[in-house]
Protein backbone atom coordinates (compact mmCIF):
# COMPACT_ATOMS: atom_id res chain seq x y z
CA UNK A 1 0.00 0.00 0.00
CA UNK A 2 1.83 3.19 -1.27
CA UNK A 3 1.80 6.16 0.78
CA UNK A 4 1.58 9.58 -0.88
CA UNK A 5 1.86 13.54 -0.15
CA UNK A 6 -0.65 16.03 -1.35
CA UNK A 7 1.42 16.79 -4.00
CA UNK A 8 1.86 13.01 -5.16
CA UNK A 9 -2.13 12.74 -5.22
CA UNK A 10 -2.59 15.75 -7.21
CA UNK A 11 0.19 13.94 -9.73
CA UNK A 12 -2.06 10.71 -9.82
CA UNK A 13 -5.26 12.80 -10.30
CA UNK A 14 -3.96 14.70 -13.10
CA UNK A 15 -1.77 11.60 -14.98
CA UNK A 16 -5.50 9.58 -14.30
CA UNK A 17 -7.40 12.60 -15.93
CA UNK A 18 -5.48 13.43 -18.63
CA UNK A 19 -3.18 10.88 -19.45
CA UNK A 20 -5.69 7.97 -18.99
CA UNK A 21 -8.38 10.22 -20.29
CA UNK A 22 -10.70 9.41 -16.64
CA UNK A 23 -13.57 12.59 -16.28
CA UNK A 24 -12.66 14.12 -12.86
CA UNK A 25 -16.40 13.86 -12.33
CA UNK A 26 -16.13 10.17 -12.41
CA UNK A 27 -13.23 10.25 -9.83
CA UNK A 28 -15.59 12.31 -7.69
CA UNK A 29 -18.32 10.06 -8.25
CA UNK A 30 -16.13 7.13 -7.93
CA UNK A 31 -14.98 8.42 -4.05
CA UNK A 32 -18.42 9.89 -2.90
CA UNK A 33 -19.94 5.91 -3.91
CA UNK A 34 -16.85 4.50 -2.62
CA UNK A 35 -17.20 6.59 0.83
CA UNK A 36 -21.30 6.26 0.22
CA UNK A 37 -20.48 2.02 1.04
CA UNK A 38 -18.18 2.26 3.83
CA UNK A 39 -20.80 4.86 5.52
CA UNK A 40 -23.54 2.46 5.21
CA UNK A 41 -21.68 -0.78 6.59
CA UNK A 42 -20.94 1.47 9.78
CA UNK A 43 -24.23 3.51 10.70
CA UNK A 44 -27.49 2.29 11.62
CA UNK A 45 -30.49 3.06 8.83
CA UNK A 46 -32.53 5.24 12.00
CA UNK A 47 -29.26 7.82 12.44
CA UNK A 48 -29.59 11.13 11.46
CA UNK A 49 -26.78 12.26 9.14
CA UNK A 50 -25.72 16.18 8.88
CA UNK A 51 -23.02 16.20 5.71
CA UNK A 52 -20.63 19.57 6.32
CA UNK A 53 -19.36 20.53 2.87
CA UNK A 54 -16.66 22.76 2.31
CA UNK A 55 -15.75 24.85 -1.11
CA UNK A 56 -13.34 22.33 -3.37
CA UNK A 57 -13.74 18.70 -4.19
CA UNK A 58 -13.47 17.24 -0.58
CA UNK A 59 -17.19 19.31 -0.46
CA UNK A 60 -17.62 17.94 -4.02
CA UNK A 61 -17.57 14.37 -2.73
CA UNK A 62 -19.66 15.14 0.40
CA UNK A 63 -21.99 16.14 -2.19
CA UNK A 64 -21.85 12.68 -3.77
CA UNK A 65 -22.06 11.19 -0.38
CA UNK A 66 -25.25 13.13 0.00
CA UNK A 67 -27.19 12.25 -2.97
CA UNK A 68 -26.38 8.34 -2.37
CA UNK A 69 -27.36 8.37 0.84
CA UNK A 70 -30.16 10.23 0.19
CA UNK A 71 -31.47 8.37 -2.50
CA UNK A 72 -30.68 4.89 -0.59
CA UNK A 73 -33.20 6.59 2.07
CA UNK A 74 -31.10 7.63 4.68
CA UNK A 75 -32.33 10.85 7.00
CA UNK A 76 -29.20 12.68 5.60
CA UNK A 77 -28.97 17.04 4.99
CA UNK A 78 -26.40 19.17 4.19
CA UNK A 79 -24.51 22.02 5.87
CA UNK A 80 -22.72 23.84 3.51
CA UNK A 81 -20.41 25.87 5.30
CA UNK A 82 -19.00 28.61 2.34
CA UNK A 83 -21.43 30.96 0.56
CA UNK A 84 -22.81 29.48 -3.00
CA UNK A 85 -20.31 31.37 -5.15
CA UNK A 86 -17.45 29.29 -3.63
CA UNK A 87 -18.89 26.12 -5.34
CA UNK A 88 -17.69 25.71 -8.28
CA UNK A 89 -16.53 22.88 -10.80
CA UNK A 90 -17.37 19.33 -10.07
CA UNK A 91 -18.89 20.44 -6.75
CA UNK A 92 -21.48 22.82 -7.90
CA UNK A 93 -22.38 19.69 -10.45
CA UNK A 94 -22.66 17.34 -7.58
CA UNK A 95 -24.39 19.69 -5.72
CA UNK A 96 -27.35 20.71 -8.22
CA UNK A 97 -27.42 17.04 -8.30
CA UNK A 98 -28.44 16.76 -4.77
CA UNK A 99 -30.90 19.11 -4.91
CA UNK A 100 -32.45 17.95 -8.20
CA UNK A 101 -33.18 14.66 -6.15
CA UNK A 102 -35.08 16.50 -3.14
CA UNK A 103 -31.88 17.10 -0.66
CA UNK A 104 -32.05 20.06 1.85
CA UNK A 105 -29.01 22.29 2.34
CA UNK A 106 -28.48 25.00 5.00
CA UNK A 107 -25.57 27.34 4.17
CA UNK A 108 -23.98 28.66 7.35
CA UNK A 109 -21.48 29.18 9.36
CA UNK A 110 -23.21 30.48 12.26
CA UNK A 111 -22.21 28.41 15.72
CA UNK A 112 -24.89 28.51 17.37
CA UNK A 113 -26.86 26.88 14.25
CA UNK A 114 -24.65 24.38 13.69
CA UNK A 115 -24.68 23.87 17.40
CA UNK A 116 -28.11 23.06 17.64
CA UNK A 117 -27.70 20.99 14.28
CA UNK A 118 -25.54 18.67 15.79
CA UNK A 119 -27.62 18.00 19.09
CA UNK A 120 -30.24 16.85 16.25
CA UNK A 121 -27.52 14.65 14.66
CA UNK A 122 -26.04 11.25 14.94
CA UNK A 123 -23.29 11.22 12.36
CA UNK A 124 -21.41 13.93 11.00
CA UNK A 125 -19.57 13.49 7.54
CA UNK A 126 -16.83 15.57 7.54
CA UNK A 127 -16.17 17.24 3.76
CA UNK A 128 -15.34 20.39 4.53
CA UNK A 129 -11.87 20.38 3.49
CA UNK A 130 -9.17 17.69 2.33
CA UNK A 131 -5.62 17.67 0.76
CA UNK A 132 -6.00 21.21 -0.67
CA UNK A 133 -5.77 22.83 3.26
CA UNK A 134 -3.37 25.42 3.26
CA UNK A 135 -1.95 27.39 6.73
CA UNK A 136 -3.87 27.87 9.53
CA UNK A 137 -7.93 27.27 9.37
CA UNK A 138 -9.95 30.81 8.67
CA UNK A 139 -13.17 31.75 10.18
CA UNK A 140 -15.95 30.53 10.31
CA UNK A 141 -14.39 27.00 9.30
CA UNK A 142 -12.12 27.43 12.39
CA UNK A 143 -14.85 27.22 15.32
CA UNK A 144 -16.99 25.09 12.93
CA UNK A 145 -14.08 22.85 13.26
CA UNK A 146 -14.05 23.36 17.18
CA UNK A 147 -17.31 23.15 17.56
CA UNK A 148 -17.88 19.65 15.93
CA UNK A 149 -15.16 18.48 18.06
CA UNK A 150 -17.02 19.67 20.72
CA UNK A 151 -19.81 17.73 20.43
CA UNK A 152 -20.41 13.85 21.16
CA UNK A 153 -21.79 13.28 18.08
CA UNK A 154 -19.65 10.78 15.84
CA UNK A 155 -17.75 12.06 13.13
CA UNK A 156 -16.56 9.97 9.94
CA UNK A 157 -14.23 12.50 7.82
CA UNK A 158 -14.16 11.71 4.26
CA UNK A 159 -10.54 11.50 2.72
CA UNK A 160 -9.08 13.13 5.47
CA UNK A 161 -9.75 14.99 8.77
CA UNK A 162 -11.16 18.64 7.78
CA UNK A 163 -7.84 21.17 8.66
CA UNK A 164 -5.32 18.01 9.00
CA UNK A 165 -2.02 18.46 6.35
CA UNK A 166 -1.97 15.51 4.36
CA UNK A 167 1.98 16.28 4.52
CA UNK A 168 4.48 15.96 6.80
CA UNK A 169 6.20 19.23 8.61
CA UNK A 170 3.12 21.21 10.17
CA UNK A 171 4.04 22.01 13.88
CA UNK A 172 0.57 23.27 14.70
CA UNK A 173 -2.81 22.87 13.42
CA UNK A 174 -6.37 22.54 13.99
CA UNK A 175 -8.11 19.79 12.43
CA UNK A 176 -11.39 18.01 12.89
CA UNK A 177 -11.20 14.78 15.41
CA UNK A 178 -12.51 11.96 13.46
CA UNK A 179 -13.74 8.75 14.55
CA UNK A 180 -13.03 7.06 11.41
CA UNK A 181 -11.97 8.36 8.31
CA UNK A 182 -11.97 6.92 4.39
CA UNK A 183 -9.17 7.86 2.80
CA UNK A 184 -9.47 7.85 -0.73
CA UNK A 185 -6.83 6.13 -2.76
CA UNK A 186 -3.45 5.99 -1.35
CA UNK A 187 -3.05 7.01 2.37
CA UNK A 188 -1.80 10.16 3.17
CA UNK A 189 1.62 10.72 4.74
CA UNK A 190 -0.14 12.47 7.72
CA UNK A 191 -1.49 8.60 8.48
CA UNK A 192 2.14 7.71 9.84
CA UNK A 193 3.28 10.38 12.26
CA UNK A 194 2.73 10.67 15.41
CA UNK A 195 1.29 13.35 16.07
CA UNK A 196 -1.02 13.48 13.28
CA UNK A 197 -2.35 9.98 13.21
CA UNK A 198 -4.66 9.77 16.58
CA UNK A 199 -6.82 12.94 14.23
CA UNK A 200 -7.87 9.90 11.92
CA UNK A 201 -9.15 7.80 14.13
CA UNK A 202 -9.97 4.05 12.54
CA UNK A 203 -9.16 4.71 8.97
CA UNK A 204 -9.47 2.04 5.45
CA UNK A 205 -9.01 3.45 1.82
CA UNK A 206 -11.37 3.28 -1.04
CA UNK A 207 -10.47 2.35 -4.27
CA UNK A 208 -11.62 4.95 -6.74
CA UNK A 209 -10.28 3.89 -10.27
CA UNK A 210 -6.66 5.25 -10.29
CA UNK A 211 -4.98 2.56 -12.79
CA UNK A 212 -1.76 1.18 -11.68
CA UNK A 213 0.09 3.21 -14.02
CA UNK A 214 0.08 5.85 -11.89
CA UNK A 215 1.92 4.19 -9.06
CA UNK A 216 4.76 4.21 -10.29
CA UNK A 217 7.03 7.46 -9.10
CA UNK A 218 5.82 5.98 -6.04
CA UNK A 219 8.66 5.47 -3.05
CA UNK A 220 6.97 5.25 -0.02
CA UNK A 221 4.66 2.13 1.29
CA UNK A 222 3.39 0.53 4.42
CA UNK A 223 4.85 -3.26 4.58
CA UNK A 224 2.00 -5.50 5.18
CA UNK A 225 1.49 -9.56 6.02
CA UNK A 226 1.56 -10.08 2.62
CA UNK A 227 4.69 -8.60 1.83
CA UNK A 228 6.31 -10.20 5.15
CA UNK A 229 5.06 -13.92 4.29
CA UNK A 230 6.22 -13.42 0.75
CA UNK A 231 9.61 -11.84 1.48
CA UNK A 232 10.26 -14.31 4.51
CA UNK A 233 12.93 -17.16 2.94
CA UNK A 234 12.05 -20.99 3.32
CA UNK A 235 14.00 -22.93 5.29
CA UNK A 236 15.10 -26.03 2.93
CA UNK A 237 14.79 -29.43 4.70
CA UNK A 238 18.94 -30.11 4.31
CA UNK A 239 20.30 -26.82 5.42
CA UNK A 240 22.12 -26.39 8.02
CA UNK A 241 23.68 -24.01 10.55
CA UNK A 242 25.79 -22.14 8.83
CA UNK A 243 23.42 -21.37 6.05
CA UNK A 244 21.64 -19.31 8.31
CA UNK A 245 24.44 -16.91 9.03
CA UNK A 246 27.20 -16.45 11.49
CA UNK A 247 26.47 -13.33 12.95
CA UNK A 248 28.86 -11.46 15.62
CA UNK A 249 26.86 -9.06 18.13
CA UNK A 250 29.70 -6.45 19.75
CA UNK A 251 28.04 -4.54 23.38
CA UNK A 252 27.69 -4.76 27.03
CA UNK A 253 30.40 -3.70 30.03
CA UNK A 254 30.77 -4.72 33.52
CA UNK A 255 27.27 -2.04 34.59
CA UNK A 256 25.35 -3.10 31.64
CA UNK A 257 25.85 -6.46 30.33
CA UNK A 258 21.91 -7.21 30.16
CA UNK A 259 21.09 -5.63 26.48
CA UNK A 260 23.71 -7.55 24.26
CA UNK A 261 21.61 -10.63 26.15
CA UNK A 262 18.28 -9.31 24.84
CA UNK A 263 19.88 -8.80 21.16
CA UNK A 264 21.91 -12.04 21.53
CA UNK A 265 18.71 -13.72 22.13
CA UNK A 266 16.57 -12.14 19.65
CA UNK A 267 18.58 -13.41 17.35
CA UNK A 268 19.05 -16.86 17.74
CA UNK A 269 15.18 -16.91 17.91
CA UNK A 270 15.15 -14.89 14.96
CA UNK A 271 16.55 -17.60 12.62
CA UNK A 272 20.15 -17.06 12.98
CA UNK A 273 22.56 -19.94 12.57
CA UNK A 274 25.12 -19.27 15.01
CA UNK A 275 25.82 -16.31 17.01
CA UNK A 276 28.47 -14.92 18.74
CA UNK A 277 28.74 -12.37 21.84
CA UNK A 278 31.55 -9.84 22.21
CA UNK A 279 32.17 -8.31 25.43
CA UNK A 280 34.28 -7.85 28.58
CA UNK A 281 35.08 -10.65 30.64
CA UNK A 282 32.55 -9.22 34.02
CA UNK A 283 29.73 -9.27 31.16
CA UNK A 284 30.31 -12.66 29.41
CA UNK A 285 29.24 -15.01 32.86
CA UNK A 286 25.33 -13.52 32.59
CA UNK A 287 26.08 -13.60 28.77
CA UNK A 288 27.23 -17.31 28.80
CA UNK A 289 23.77 -18.45 31.44
CA UNK A 290 21.26 -16.62 29.90
CA UNK A 291 21.95 -17.60 26.35
CA UNK A 292 23.84 -20.49 26.42
CA UNK A 293 23.18 -21.76 22.45
CA UNK A 294 25.64 -18.78 21.89
CA UNK A 295 29.64 -18.40 21.94
CA UNK A 296 31.48 -15.89 23.53
CA UNK A 297 34.62 -13.56 22.47
CA UNK A 298 36.03 -12.31 25.11
CA UNK A 299 37.39 -8.75 24.21
CA UNK A 300 40.04 -6.81 26.21
CA UNK A 301 38.59 -4.09 28.41
CA UNK A 302 39.60 -0.88 29.81
CA UNK A 303 37.38 -0.20 33.80
CA UNK A 304 34.89 -2.22 32.83
CA UNK A 305 33.87 -1.39 28.74
CA UNK A 306 35.42 -2.45 25.82
CA UNK A 307 38.88 -1.21 24.90
CA UNK A 308 39.12 0.23 21.41
CA UNK A 309 42.37 -0.72 21.56
CA UNK A 310 42.52 -4.21 19.59
CA UNK A 311 41.49 -5.89 16.61
CA UNK A 312 38.82 -7.84 16.11
CA UNK A 313 38.01 -10.74 13.36
CA UNK A 314 35.38 -9.38 11.35
CA UNK A 315 36.47 -11.13 8.48
CA UNK A 316 35.09 -14.77 10.47
CA UNK A 317 31.27 -13.68 10.74
CA UNK A 318 28.68 -12.56 8.17
CA UNK A 319 26.99 -9.46 9.57
CA UNK A 320 28.27 -7.91 12.69
CA UNK A 321 25.83 -5.65 14.65
CA UNK A 322 27.47 -3.16 17.50
CA UNK A 323 26.69 -0.76 20.39
CA UNK A 324 23.84 -2.14 22.86
CA UNK A 325 25.31 -1.64 26.15
CA UNK A 326 28.56 -0.62 24.88
CA UNK A 327 28.53 2.62 27.07
CA UNK A 328 29.52 5.96 27.15
CA UNK A 329 33.10 5.61 27.68
CA UNK A 330 35.73 7.51 25.35
CA UNK A 331 38.11 4.84 25.49
CA UNK A 332 35.15 2.21 23.47
CA UNK A 333 35.23 5.16 21.00
CA UNK A 334 37.38 3.46 18.10
CA UNK A 335 36.06 0.34 18.54
CA UNK A 336 32.88 1.76 16.79
CA UNK A 337 35.07 4.20 14.71
CA UNK A 338 37.25 1.00 13.17
CA UNK A 339 33.96 -0.93 12.79
CA UNK A 340 32.83 0.98 10.63
CA UNK A 341 35.94 1.61 8.79
CA UNK A 342 36.93 -2.13 8.62
CA UNK A 343 33.94 -4.52 8.59
CA UNK A 344 33.60 -5.51 4.84
CA UNK A 345 29.92 -7.10 5.49
CA UNK A 346 26.56 -5.59 6.49
CA UNK A 347 27.37 -3.92 9.81
CA UNK A 348 24.24 -2.24 12.44
CA UNK A 349 24.87 0.16 14.50
CA UNK A 350 22.83 0.82 17.63
CA UNK A 351 22.59 2.56 20.70
CA UNK A 352 25.82 3.60 22.52
CA UNK A 353 27.53 2.37 19.11
CA UNK A 354 25.30 5.54 17.48
CA UNK A 355 26.75 7.57 20.20
CA UNK A 356 30.20 6.93 19.06
CA UNK A 357 30.14 7.36 15.32
CA UNK A 358 27.95 10.69 15.59
CA UNK A 359 30.73 13.22 14.64
CA UNK A 360 32.74 10.85 12.52
CA UNK A 361 29.64 10.23 10.27
CA UNK A 362 31.69 10.87 6.99
CA UNK A 363 33.32 7.19 7.23
CA UNK A 364 30.33 5.83 6.52
CA UNK A 365 30.85 7.26 2.33
CA UNK A 366 33.82 5.32 2.32
CA UNK A 367 32.31 1.55 3.04
CA UNK A 368 32.08 -0.78 0.47
CA UNK A 369 29.49 -3.03 2.16
CA UNK A 370 25.81 -1.48 3.69
CA UNK A 371 25.54 0.14 6.97
CA UNK A 372 22.44 -0.02 9.10
CA UNK A 373 21.66 2.45 12.06
CA UNK A 374 17.92 2.19 13.71
CA UNK A 375 17.87 5.17 15.79
CA UNK A 376 15.01 6.19 18.06
CA UNK A 377 13.98 9.78 17.58
CA UNK A 378 16.24 11.57 20.24
CA UNK A 379 19.00 9.08 18.86
CA UNK A 380 18.44 10.68 15.19
CA UNK A 381 17.95 14.34 16.66
CA UNK A 382 21.87 13.51 17.81
CA UNK A 383 23.00 12.43 14.48
CA UNK A 384 21.38 14.98 12.48
CA UNK A 385 21.72 18.04 14.78
CA UNK A 386 18.38 18.89 15.35
CA UNK A 387 15.78 18.71 17.86
CA UNK A 388 13.30 15.96 18.53
CA UNK A 389 10.44 17.38 17.63
CA UNK A 390 11.83 18.37 14.54
CA UNK A 391 12.04 14.93 13.71
CA UNK A 392 8.92 14.05 14.74
CA UNK A 393 7.16 16.77 12.58
CA UNK A 394 9.52 15.31 9.56
CA UNK A 395 10.39 11.38 9.51
CA UNK A 396 10.62 10.90 6.35
CA UNK A 397 12.37 14.06 5.37
CA UNK A 398 15.61 13.76 7.74
CA UNK A 399 15.52 10.04 7.32
CA UNK A 400 15.59 10.00 3.30
CA UNK A 401 18.48 12.88 3.73
CA UNK A 402 20.66 10.54 5.96
CA UNK A 403 20.32 7.36 4.03
CA UNK A 404 21.32 9.33 0.96
CA UNK A 405 24.00 11.79 2.20
CA UNK A 406 25.53 8.93 3.71
CA UNK A 407 24.06 5.74 1.86
CA UNK A 408 23.15 3.93 4.81
CA UNK A 409 19.72 2.03 5.44
CA UNK A 410 18.08 3.63 8.38
CA UNK A 411 15.54 2.52 10.42
CA UNK A 412 14.11 5.18 12.43
CA UNK A 413 11.88 3.64 15.13
CA UNK A 414 8.78 5.06 16.79
CA UNK A 415 4.72 3.87 17.06
CA UNK A 416 5.22 3.90 12.90
CA UNK A 417 9.26 2.93 12.27
CA UNK A 418 10.43 4.10 8.95
CA UNK A 419 13.04 2.12 7.13
CA UNK A 420 14.59 4.38 4.18
CA UNK A 421 16.79 2.62 1.53
CA UNK A 422 20.40 4.86 0.60
CA UNK A 423 18.10 4.99 -2.70
CA UNK A 424 15.38 7.25 -0.82
CA UNK A 425 12.75 4.30 -0.59
CA UNK A 426 10.96 4.14 1.82
CA UNK A 427 8.73 1.54 4.10
CA UNK A 428 6.58 1.97 7.20
CA UNK A 429 5.81 -0.67 9.66
CA UNK A 430 2.37 -0.90 11.03
CA UNK A 431 2.47 -3.65 13.65
CA UNK A 432 3.55 -3.16 16.92
CA UNK A 433 1.88 -1.54 19.98
CA UNK A 434 2.85 0.90 23.19
CA UNK A 435 3.46 -2.17 25.01
CA UNK A 436 7.20 -2.48 23.21
CA UNK A 437 7.68 1.80 24.33
CA UNK A 438 9.79 -0.24 27.29
CA UNK A 439 13.84 -0.29 27.73
CA UNK A 440 15.19 -3.59 26.05
CA UNK A 441 12.92 -3.19 22.77
CA UNK A 442 14.96 -1.41 20.42
CA UNK A 443 18.16 -4.76 21.79
CA UNK A 444 15.52 -6.96 20.52
CA UNK A 445 14.86 -5.32 17.10
CA UNK A 446 18.40 -5.23 16.79
CA UNK A 447 19.05 -8.93 17.29
CA UNK A 448 15.88 -9.75 14.68
CA UNK A 449 17.80 -7.43 12.26
CA UNK A 450 21.17 -9.22 12.81
CA UNK A 451 19.24 -12.49 12.15
CA UNK A 452 17.67 -11.06 9.05
CA UNK A 453 20.13 -9.66 6.92
CA UNK A 454 22.04 -12.82 7.09
CA UNK A 455 18.94 -15.02 6.01
CA UNK A 456 17.43 -12.40 3.35
CA UNK A 457 19.49 -11.75 -0.15
CA UNK A 458 17.78 -8.38 -0.10
CA UNK A 459 18.93 -5.73 3.04
CA UNK A 460 16.11 -3.56 2.47
CA UNK A 461 13.24 -6.60 2.64
CA UNK A 462 15.22 -8.03 5.53
CA UNK A 463 14.82 -4.69 7.66
CA UNK A 464 11.28 -4.70 6.87
CA UNK A 465 10.53 -7.83 7.47
CA UNK A 466 12.52 -7.60 10.96
CA UNK A 467 10.39 -4.36 12.09
CA UNK A 468 7.57 -5.98 11.11
CA UNK A 469 8.20 -9.72 13.42
CA UNK A 470 9.25 -7.44 16.37
CA UNK A 471 5.88 -5.32 16.22
CA UNK A 472 4.05 -8.38 15.06
CA UNK A 473 5.52 -10.43 17.79
CA UNK A 474 4.18 -7.68 20.63
CA UNK A 475 0.73 -7.42 19.34
CA UNK A 476 0.18 -11.14 19.09
CA UNK A 477 1.46 -11.32 22.95
CA UNK A 478 -0.98 -8.65 23.82
CA UNK A 479 -3.73 -10.01 22.15
CA UNK A 480 -2.99 -13.51 23.66
CA UNK A 481 -1.06 -13.67 27.29
CA UNK A 482 -0.08 -10.23 27.72
CA UNK A 483 -0.66 -6.31 27.61
CA UNK A 484 0.36 -3.37 26.64
CA UNK A 485 1.57 -2.78 30.61
CA UNK A 486 2.96 -5.83 31.38
CA UNK A 487 5.26 -6.46 28.50
CA UNK A 488 8.35 -7.10 28.70
CA UNK A 489 11.56 -7.39 25.90
CA UNK A 490 12.16 -10.76 26.98
CA UNK A 491 8.91 -11.28 26.02
CA UNK A 492 9.11 -9.96 22.80
CA UNK A 493 12.02 -12.49 22.04
CA UNK A 494 10.02 -15.45 23.13
CA UNK A 495 7.10 -13.70 20.85
CA UNK A 496 9.28 -14.25 17.95
CA UNK A 497 8.08 -18.19 17.47
CA UNK A 498 4.53 -16.95 17.82
CA UNK A 499 5.37 -14.79 14.31
CA UNK A 500 6.70 -17.69 13.08
CA UNK A 501 3.94 -19.78 13.75
CA UNK A 502 0.97 -18.28 12.47
CA UNK A 503 2.62 -17.05 9.22
CA UNK A 504 4.43 -20.07 8.29
CA UNK A 505 2.69 -22.67 6.48
CA UNK A 506 3.71 -25.91 7.76
CA UNK A 507 1.49 -25.05 11.22
N1 LIG B 1 -7.64 12.51 -7.12
C1 LIG B 1 -8.12 12.66 -5.96
O1 LIG B 1 -7.45 12.55 -4.96
C2 LIG B 1 -9.50 13.01 -5.82
C3 LIG B 1 -9.84 13.73 -4.72
N2 LIG B 1 -11.05 14.17 -4.49
C4 LIG B 1 -11.28 14.95 -3.31
O2 LIG B 1 -10.75 16.24 -3.50
C5 LIG B 1 -10.03 16.66 -2.38
C6 LIG B 1 -9.05 17.72 -2.75
O3 LIG B 1 -9.77 18.76 -3.35
P1 LIG B 1 -9.25 20.27 -3.48
O4 LIG B 1 -10.32 21.01 -4.15
O5 LIG B 1 -7.94 20.27 -4.12
O6 LIG B 1 -9.04 20.75 -2.01
P2 LIG B 1 -10.00 20.80 -0.73
O7 LIG B 1 -11.31 20.16 -0.97
O8 LIG B 1 -9.20 20.27 0.37
O9 LIG B 1 -10.32 22.31 -0.48
C7 LIG B 1 -9.69 23.42 -1.00
C8 LIG B 1 -10.55 24.61 -0.59
O10 LIG B 1 -10.37 24.86 0.77
C9 LIG B 1 -10.05 26.22 0.98
N3 LIG B 1 -9.02 26.29 2.02
C10 LIG B 1 -7.73 25.90 1.90
N4 LIG B 1 -7.08 26.12 3.04
C11 LIG B 1 -7.96 26.67 3.91
C12 LIG B 1 -7.83 27.15 5.25
N5 LIG B 1 -6.70 27.08 5.91
N6 LIG B 1 -8.92 27.64 5.87
C13 LIG B 1 -10.10 27.71 5.21
N7 LIG B 1 -10.27 27.30 3.91
C14 LIG B 1 -9.20 26.78 3.27
C15 LIG B 1 -9.54 26.73 -0.34
O11 LIG B 1 -9.89 28.08 -0.47
C16 LIG B 1 -10.23 25.85 -1.35
O12 LIG B 1 -11.44 26.42 -1.74
C17 LIG B 1 -9.47 15.41 -1.82
O13 LIG B 1 -9.12 15.53 -0.47
C18 LIG B 1 -10.61 14.42 -2.04
O14 LIG B 1 -11.53 14.49 -0.98
C19 LIG B 1 -12.03 13.95 -5.57
O15 LIG B 1 -13.27 14.02 -5.20
C20 LIG B 1 -11.80 12.64 -6.28
C21 LIG B 1 -10.48 12.62 -6.87
K1 LIG C 1 -12.50 15.99 5.17
Known sequence: MYIVTANEMYGIDRYTTEEIGMDGKMLMENAGRAISERIESNIKNTDVITVFAGSGNNGGDGYVIARTLLNRG???TVIQVVPDEKITGDARYYKNLFINCGGSISITGDPVEIDEALNQTDIVIDAILGIGVKGELREPIKTIVDTINDSPVRVISADIPSGLPADEGAAAFDSVQA????????????????????????????????PES???SLTRSVWTDRQFKNKMPDRKKDSHKGDHGRGLIIGGSEEMPGSIVMTVRAALRAGAGLVTAGSVKQAIPVIASQCIEATNLKLKEFDGVISGDQSI???????????????????????VINAVRQVDGPLILDADGLYHIQHDLELFKGRTAPAVIT???GEMAMLTGVSVQEILREPFAYSIEF?????????????FTIVTAPNGHQSVNTTGNQGLAKGGSGDVLTGIILAMTMQHEDLFDALRNACFVHGKAADLLVSNSHSVYDLM?????????KVYRTFSAET
Open 74 to 76: YQI
Open 179 to 210: DYTIIVGYPKMSTFLQHTAPFYGEWETVDIGF
Open 214 to 216: AQT
Open 313 to 335: PYQNYDAIALGMGLGRHESTRSI
Open 375 to 377: PHP
Open 403 to 415: ARMYQAFVVLKGS
Open 489 to 497: ATDVVEGIG
